[in-house]
């Protein structure tokens, strides 16, 4: 055993093994050496240079009273060499701007994760949306519905014998995301994580059942796509009638039905607004991005993705941002406001 031990192949292992040790540390003090200066630079420009919405999509003062509520409602805390302010704009900038970082500050994610019950609520259905209140066009006919349910992908990265059951409709593999909003834009519900070669019924199905279900009140109903079955709680469009707002922008509705889906397709497309918002404002979520998130980690970073768009809503809403998405989802002016 002792002549293996000092014999030349074993000493020169084992000088392999050093060297390989020796370089990893090198370049994690390197690598947090520049991550330092990034912070450093990335704080400045957030203060000084103007540049806050362009580089975590938010302004200064919610990102500001973000750090504050996670601070004391989250529990985050500094590290010895990162502060609260420094972690926050990391995993802003990250997500906000698509760059292909390999260190996100898991902290972060952790903390926000925690605020779920604070930022995404389902409606209890006691009023109507002031959406529908405030417009003739859809009020008392829609005054039960209090939102909009479906579906999105997200791209996300999986080992190659497992590629199959993640790609269906796109050419990559992707898992459906399912959500239910508000009229103002707000995620009440989020079930993520499933295969994109799930069905959307069979996925409507599992969160109308599983313990942290989709809750509709009773005598209240959500629109949802014409694909999926009509019920009491879940409410479509009439099937073989024009739907989509550009089929009524050269012909107005011809009857009951396409007044019908006129409107319905008119509220509908909050949810596609959602999704549109949500996904420009964390880059890191289109389904056109390089950056491949593992499916273990998808759902962590796609929750928290969610919590952080309500508190825009609420603390930060960039209205030019939804007037842009807005526009992308209709492509045509919607029907008069009256």
């Known amino acids: 055993?002792?002549?293996?031990?000092?014999?030349?192949?074993?000493?020169?292992?084992?000088?392999q093994t050093q060297v390989v040790h020796l370089i990893c540390l090198l370049m994690a003090i390197l690598a947090q050496s520049r991550l330092t200066i990034t912070n450093q630079?990335?704080?400045?420009?957030?203060?000084?240079?103007?540049?806050?919405?362009?580089?975590?999509?938010?302004?200064?003062?919610?990102?500001?009273?973000l750090c504050t509520i996670l601070q004391s409602d989250g529990g985050l805390r500094p590290t010895q060499c990162i502060s609260v302010e420094?972690?926050?704009?990391?995993?802003?900038?990250?997500?906000?701007?698509?760059?292909?970082?390999?260190?996100?500050?898991?902290?972060?994610?952790?903390?926000?994760?925690?605020?779920?019950?604070?930022?995404?609520?389902?409606?209890?259905?006691?009023v109507v949306p002031k959406e529908i209140q405030e417009k003739k066009r859809f009020f008392p006919y829609?005054?039960?519905?209090?939102?909009?349910t479906d579906g999105t992908h997200v791209r996300v990265k999986v080992p190659n014998k497992e590629a199959l059951r993640y790609r269906g409709h796109k050419k990559y593999p992707t898992i459906k995301v399912l959500a239910a909003c508000s009229f103002g834009l707000k995620f009440a519900y989020v079930l993520i994580g499933r295969e994109d070669t799930a069905s959307d019924s069979r996925i409507l199905k599992n969160a109308l059942n599983r313990d942290d279900k989709l809750v509709i009140p009773n005598g209240r109903y959500c629109l949802v796509d014409v694909s999926l079955p009509h019920t009491s709680t879940l409410t479509v469009s009439y099937r073989g009638v024009r739907y989509h707002l550009k089929g009524y922008s050269l012909m107005a509705p011809e009857n009951a039905r396409e007044l019908f889906n006129l409107r319905h397709s008119s509220l509908r497309n909050v949810i596609?607004?959602?999704?549109?918002?949500?996904?420009?404002?964390?880059?890191?979520?289109?389904?056109?991005?390089?950056?491949?998130?593992l499916v273990k980690h998808n759902r962590t970073f796609l929750l928290?993705?969610?919590?952080?768009?309500?508190?825009?809503?609420?603390?930060?809403?960039?209205?030019?941002?939804?007037?842009?998405v807005l526009q992308e989802v209709l492509g045509t002016p919607t029907e008069s406001e009256t």
């Open 142 to 148: 829609f005054k039960n519905c209090i939102g909009a």
């Open 41 to 65: 630079q990335l704080l400045h420009n957030l203060s000084n240079g103007g540049k806050c919405r362009e580089l975590i999509r938010m302004s200064e003062q919610a990102f500001k009273k």
């Open 272 to 293: 596609e607004r959602a999704f549109g918002v949500l996904k420009v404002g964390f880059l890191s979520l289109e389904v056109h991005t390089n950056l491949f998130i």
């Open 1 to 15: 055993m002792d002549n293996d031990l000092s014999s030349p192949a074993h000493i020169m292992k084992s000088r």
């Open 304 to 324: 928290e993705c969610c919590i952080l768009h309500n508190f825009l809503r609420v603390e930060d809403r960039d209205k030019d941002l939804e007037d842009e």
């Open 86 to 126: 420094e972690h926050v704009a990391i995993f802003l900038h990250i997500g906000g701007n698509d760059l292909r970082y390999t260190f996100v500050s898991w902290i972060v994610f952790r903390t926000i994760i925690s605020l779920e019950s604070r930022y995404i609520q389902q409606p209890k259905g006691d």
